[in-house]
């Protein structure tokens, strides 16, 4: 079979300390320390062995993501910008839906022909934190298209317990061909929720929510904050293309920082005026640029006001902890997306039409041309790249 394959030299920077457990398990966890020279090429592969307990997918839909972006570009010794666990050679690609054509003994009630999107985290359920209800927390996490091969594939064998059925959503979107895009957007639809909903435990209706950073996740975030009720949603961006789109999935005001700069002001006053003073009940972090955009969310918290962080970063960021004392306020750290009724939430949201973010999806490209789509997706002038099948 086919797969795109993301292979890099194992080259720890001198001043990076590899652990034993990263070395015996050929697994880095800060990626950007250890692998240098990425490269992307379509291979062909043996099809994916399958255990009692997995189901063989053919994945029909998968979005190139970020993190793909950040494996492909490196820094000027050539080492890849992706920070987080990673082990190569890897088959990339972890928003996706397909089809399952074959099911292991054990694969629960999963059955060929089944529609199912999956979970990325592979969390072990066995671990200190895996049980005490931390699966996004897991301490022998696997991810799929990071660790282990992922879906830019023909073919991939994935734990049945990971996968969720999306048969529903054919009927909302009209046709299976649809539904797998929709499916392959849960995923990171439920980084957004989990954060929110999960972790932050929401907002009230009514309140305003803010949203720094509008790529995939920004997008999701949006779109959520509509359907749980949001007064006001204001969004900032600085790329025009993207500010539309954030338009189209439900934000009533998108700002570009880097105009209020040249006028001389800052997203805390405009966020502060259109809300009347009062701030916004949630702000969601979704640029990964914390030492930025933390000084402007803490001075424009409702009292009350939570602080979601989900973009990530290396960088340290300033706070100024008298704010959260006089605004009884709370910052509130989320990573995956795994647990909690995340994904099945998600995925009756999207069938009961209550979210829609495939507007978001604005190229589309066959696995023959995934390296060139991941290319393209360097540019970014895109919402969300979707590799069909
Ligand atoms: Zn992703
Ligand atoms: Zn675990």
Redesign the pocket.
């Given at each position: 079979m086919k797969g795109l394959v993301l292979t890099a030299e194992w080259d720890p920077r001198p001043n990076y300390r590899v652990t034993e457990w990263e070395r015996t398990n050929g697994k880095a966890i800060t990626g950007s320390s250890v692998w240098r020279k990425p490269k992307l090429s379509l291979e062909t592969l043996s099809e994916p062995r399958l255990s009692p307990r997995d189901v063989l997918i053919k994945p029909k839909a998968c979005g190139v993501c970020g993190s793909d972006v950040h494996f492909l570009e490196t820094d000027d010794q050539g080492y890849m910008l992706y920070p987080g666990l990673t082990r190569f050679p890897v088959i990339i690609g972890h928003e996706f839906s397909g089809e399952v054509v074959e099911a292991g003994r054990e694969a629960g009630d999963l059955r060929p022909g089944d529609m199912v999107t999956c979970e990325e985290m592979i969390?072990?359920?066995?671990?200190?934190?895996?049980?005490n209800g931390y699966?996004n927390q897991?301490?022998?996490?696997e991810e799929i298209g990071f660790t282990i091969n992922g879906a830019q594939a023909e073919y991939l064998a994935v734990g049945a317990k990971y996968c969720w059925k999306i048969n529903a959503l054919v009927e909302r979107y009209g046709s299976t061909d649809r539904a797998y895009e929709a499916g392959a957007l849960c995923e990171p639809t439920s980084v957004s929720y989990n954060a929110m909903f999960t972790r932050a435990q929401g907002f009230k209706p009514g309140g305003h929510v803010v949203v720094f950073g509008t790529g995939p996740i920004g997008f999701a975030a949006i779109a959520l904050a509509r359907a749980a009720g949001a007064a006001k949603i204001i969004a900032f961006e600085v790329s025009s293309m993207r500010q539309e789109l954030a338009r189209k999935v439900g934000a009533d005001v998108v700002l570009n920082p880097l105009d209020l700069e040249r006028q001389r002001t800052k997203p805390r006053d405009a966020i502060m005026e259109l809300t009347e003073g009062e701030g916004a009940a949630m702000l969601v972090e979704a640029a990964g640029a914390p030492p930025r955009t933390m000084p402007e969310m803490e001075a424009s918290m409702a009292v009350g006001g939570k602080i979601v962080i989900i973009g990530r970063a290396s960088d340290r960021a300033q706070v100024y902890l008298e704010h959260f004392q006089t605004h009884a306020a709370q910052i509130y750290g989320a990573q995956g997306h795994s647990g909690y009724g995340n994904f099945p939430n998600v995925i009756r949201l999207m069938a009961a039409g209550r979210i829609d973010l495939t507007p978001i999806i604005t190229s589309r490209f066959a696995l023959d041309q995934s390296v060139e789509a991941v290319k393209k997706a360097t540019k970014r002038e895109d919402g969300k790249i979707m590799i069909r099948a």
């Amino acid at each position: 079979m086919k797969g795109l394959v993301l292979t890099a030299e194992w080259d720890p920077r001198p001043n990076y300390r590899v652990t034993e457990w990263e070395r015996t398990n050929g697994k880095a966890i800060t990626g950007s320390s250890v692998w240098r020279k990425p490269k992307l090429s379509l291979e062909t592969l043996s099809e994916p062995r399958l255990s009692p307990r997995d189901v063989l997918i053919k994945p029909k839909a998968c979005g190139v993501c970020g993190s793909d972006v950040h494996f492909l570009e490196t820094d000027d010794q050539g080492y890849m910008l992706y920070p987080g666990l990673t082990r190569f050679p890897v088959i990339i690609g972890h928003e996706f839906s397909g089809e399952v054509v074959e099911a292991g003994r054990e694969a629960g009630d999963l059955r060929p022909g089944d529609m199912v999107t999956c979970e990325e985290m592979i969390w072990c359920g066995e671990c200190t934190p895996c049980r005490n209800g931390y699966p996004n927390q897991c301490q022998r996490l696997e991810e799929i298209g990071f660790t282990i091969n992922g879906a830019q594939a023909e073919y991939l064998a994935v734990g049945a317990k990971y996968c969720w059925k999306i048969n529903a959503l054919v009927e909302r979107y009209g046709s299976t061909d649809r539904a797998y895009e929709a499916g392959a957007l849960c995923e990171p639809t439920s980084v957004s929720y989990n954060a929110m909903f999960t972790r932050a435990q929401g907002f009230k209706p009514g309140g305003h929510v803010v949203v720094f950073g509008t790529g995939p996740i920004g997008f999701a975030a949006i779109a959520l904050a509509r359907a749980a009720g949001a007064a006001k949603i204001i969004a900032f961006e600085v790329s025009s293309m993207r500010q539309e789109l954030a338009r189209k999935v439900g934000a009533d005001v998108v700002l570009n920082p880097l105009d209020l700069e040249r006028q001389r002001t800052k997203p805390r006053d405009a966020i502060m005026e259109l809300t009347e003073g009062e701030g916004a009940a949630m702000l969601v972090e979704a640029a990964g640029a914390p030492p930025r955009t933390m000084p402007e969310m803490e001075a424009s918290m409702a009292v009350g006001g939570k602080i979601v962080i989900i973009g990530r970063a290396s960088d340290r960021a300033q706070v100024y902890l008298e704010h959260f004392q006089t605004h009884a306020a709370q910052i509130y750290g989320a990573q995956g997306h795994s647990g909690y009724g995340n994904f099945p939430n998600v995925i009756r949201l999207m069938a009961a039409g209550r979210i829609d973010l495939t507007p978001i999806i604005t190229s589309r490209f066959a696995l023959d041309q995934s390296v060139e789509a991941v290319k393209k997706a360097t540019k970014r002038e895109d919402g969300k790249i979707m590799i069909r099948a």
